[in-house]
Nanobody, 130 residues
Framework: QVQLVESGGGLVQAGDSLILSCTAS????????TAWFRQAPGKEREFVAI????????FYANSVKGRFTASRDNAKNSVYLRMNSLKPEDTAVYYC???????????????????????WGQGTQVTVST
């Protein structure tokens, strides 16, 4: 089992940048692929990005590709999401989620299906104003 806590959300203007952090405890974090999801009011939970346990591999949703960057520092038990050029449509609660095992590059569900993850943080609010 691993426990996750997100931080770093806040209120920013369109075009600004923000860095989210996800800090883990309770297990060997390098064994976990770790994803970022977001959920806006009235919308389904949406995949944003995923990073492998080693940090060697990443995948991004098309909506954030080129703007968001996932990274990790296993010595600090942390995963990060740097968000550049933020848009109002990025407004959502952002969650980190972790699951043991590697990313399967041949399986979209392995990466982006929320049901494949059994460890979730409580979320952090990101609000982007116009």
């Amino acid at each position: 089992q691993v426990q996750l806590v997100e931080s770093g959300g806040g209120l920013v203007q369109a075009g600004d940048s923000l860095i989210l952090s996800c800090t883990a405890s309770g297990s060997t974090f390098s064994n976990y692929r770790t994803a970022w999801f977001r959920q806006a009011p009235g919308k389904e939970r949406e995949f944003v990005a995923i990073i492998s346990g080693s940090g060697a591999s990443t995948f991004y949703a098309n909506s954030v590709k080129g703007r968001f960057t996932a990274s990790r520092d296993n010595a600090k038990n942390s995963v990060y999401l740097r968000m550049n050029s933020l848009k109002p449509e990025d407004t959502a609660v952002y969650y980190c989620a972790a699951e043991q095992g590697p990313i399967n590059p041949a399986s979209s569900r392995n990466r982006s299906d929320p049901n494949r993850y059994h460890n979730w943080g409580q979320g952090t609010q990101v609000t982007v104003s116009t």
